[in-house]
């Protein structure tokens, strides 16, 4: 069964950093452009980066230079390294995969949603003084 699992959300101070972890079971990540996304309360969810199963990045206009996100393929996890956080990064966090070798040549190092299969249920980032 295949399953994405986020860990390593919580509450942090702005200009905080927090490392966001997906671990995946049930299938190998190094054949998977992995996404992390982002839902605030009353807003759509929205692309924040991803990594193609080569290690290429993408990432939203709005974290760009403060975030990055990596994979470690012999952990089967992909991380994100949140640095200079910002109240308006408050969201919960999830992240999403799809296999490159159905859909990489259409929605290479996309950040729409509609693009992955599969989803983790997400951790609870909060920004606040």
């Known amino acids: 069964q295949l399953q994405l699992v986020e860990s390593g959300g919580g509450l942090v101070q702005p200009g905080g950093s927090l490392r966001l972890a997906c671990a995946a079971s049930g299938f190998t990540l190094d054949y998977y452009q992995i996404g992390w996304f982002r839902q605030a309360p009353g807003k759509e969810r929205e692309g924040v980066s991803c990594i193609s199963a080569g290690g290429s990045t993408n990432y939203a206009d709005s974290v760009k230079g403060r975030f990055t996100i990596s994979r470690d393929n012999a952990k089967n996890t992909v991380f994100l390294q949140m640095n200079s956080l910002k109240p308006e990064d408050t969201a919960v966090y999830s992240c999403?995969?799809?296999?490159?070798?159905?859909?990489?040549?259409?929605?290479?190092?996309?950040?729409?949603?509609?693009?992955?299969?599969?989803w983790g249920r997400g951790t609870q980032v909060t920004v606040s003084s």
């Open positions: 999403a995969a799809f296999r490159m070798a159905y859909k990489g040549s259409y929605y290479y190092k996309t950040l729409k949603v509609d693009a992955y299969d599969y």
